[in-house]
């Protein structure tokens, strides 16, 4: 006989909380028009935004590019809020957000090797399960031009105290410093990217 009544297998399928969820405000201090993300947007614009001025992050980590399809200078978002641009970035070498992509924490374990020269070369500092906001502060006073990612999602730092241009490092081997987006090799701080769903805010704080 036919019921409308749904199985117990009906119901374990239907879809739970997104694991990604941010919402893009149009201007300043969350006002404006809004527009929510859930996954990957490889252009705001196509998608109707014409303009990032705050953001919202419930569920994280995300990345943010500066040009579409996720190219150009990166900022990157944990849950928790992000009134204006220097929230999220502190190089003002542009303010303009054009794509998105959610970042995939597989591991709470974090380590990763940074060595002077391409190719895994030169000297080297590696870290694990730990922030370091000065390389200078460690001994470690070289360029850094290639990088090794053993696990964990991890940003780097143009300049000491998480300052500067932003590079992402997930996963894998990096064995120059244009493939991870960096003009020069120059990286002298570097933090994990934690999946923030059980923290209370997102891990990064502008200095005065």
């Given amino acids: 006989m036919a019921t409308d009544h749904p199985t117990p297998?009906?119901?374990?399928?239907?879809?739970?909380?997104?694991?990604?969820?941010?919402?893009?405000?149009?201007?300043?201090?969350?006002?404006?028009?809004?527009?929510?993300?859930?996954?990957?947007?490889?252009?705001?614009?196509?998608?109707?935004?014409d303009r990032v001025g705050s953001i919202?992050?419930?569920?994280?980590?995300?990345?943010?590019?500066?040009?579409a399809g996720c190219k150009g200078e990166q900022y990157i978002f944990e849950k928790g809020e992000y009134p204006r641009w220097d929230s999220w970035t502190n190089s003002r070498r542009s303010d303009n957000i054009f794509s998105f992509r959610p970042i995939k924490v597989d591991s709470q374990d974090h380590k990763i090797?940074?060595?002077?020269?391409?190719?895994?070369?030169?000297?080297?500092?590696?870290?694990?399960?730990?922030?370091?906001?000065?390389?200078?502060?460690?001994?470690?006073?070289?360029?850094?031009?290639?990088?090794?990612?053993?696990?964990?999602i991890w940003v780097?730092?143009?300049?000491?105290?998480?300052?500067?241009?932003q590079y992402l490092f997930e996963?894998?081997?990096?064995?120059?410093h244009s493939e991870f987006g960096a003009e020069a090799p120059q990286i002298q701080s570097v933090r994990r990217v934690r999946d923030?769903?059980?923290?209370?805010?997102?891990?990064?704080h502008t200095t005065t």
């Avoid at 893009?24 to 929510?36: P, S």
């Avoid at 919202?56 to 040009?67: A, H, M, S």
Wanted: charged share 20%; glycine share 14%.
């Fill in 9 to 49: 297998a009906a119901k374990q399928q239907q879809p739970g909380p997104p694991a990604f969820k941010l919402t893009i405000f149009d201007q300043e201090n969350f006002q404006g028009r809004c527009h929510e993300l859930t996954g990957p947007c490889p252009n705001l614009q196509e998608a109707g935004v």
């Fill in 56 to 67: 919202l992050v419930y569920c994280g980590p995300w990345v943010g590019y500066e040009q």
């Fill in 156 to 165: 780097g730092y143009q300049y000491p105290g998480y300052r500067g241009y």
């Fill in 171 to 176: 996963k894998g081997e990096y064995k120059d």
């Fill in 196 to 204: 923030m769903q059980w923290h209370q805010k997102g891990a990064f």
């Fill in 113 to 152: 090797v940074l060595y002077e020269g391409p190719g895994f070369a030169g000297n080297k500092i590696e870290i694990v399960d730990d922030d370091v906001p000065s390389f200078h502060a460690y001994g470690y006073q070289e360029k850094v031009s290639s990088v090794r990612v053993q696990s964990g």
